[in-house]
């Protein structure tokens, strides 16, 4: 058995599964965890509806 930090249950990204260590920043959006490195991806999703392609705009 791994010998374990005096920690409370490891808190986890939800994407990359990476565990969130002490004093990390961290997002806690919609339930879902999300580190430093994954915020862009975070961010792509819940900025989704909001995502233009440049030339494909829906818009008049
Ligand atoms: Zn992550």
Same mark, same amino acid.
Not at 27 to 55: D, H, K, S, V
């Given at each position: 058995? @791994? =010998?374990? $930090?005096? =920690?409370?249950?490891? @808190?986890?990204?939800?994407?990359? &599964?990476?565990? +969130?260590?002490? &004093?990390?920043?961290?997002?806690?959006?919609?339930?879902?965890?999300?580190?430093?490195?994954?915020?862009?991806?975070?961010?792509? !999703?819940?900025?989704?509806?909001?995502?233009? +392609? !440049?030339? $494909?705009?829906? $818009?008049?």
């Amino acid at each position: 058995m @791994l =010998s374990t $930090k005096c =920690s409370p249950a490891a @808190l986890r990204c939800t994407l990359c &599964g990476r565990e +969130i260590v002490l &004093g990390e920043e961290y997002w806690a959006c919609n339930g879902c965890l999300t580190c430093r490195e994954c915020l862009p991806e975070l961010a792509r !999703r819940e900025l989704f509806p909001c995502r233009e +392609i !440049r030339g $494909k705009e829906d $818009k008049p």
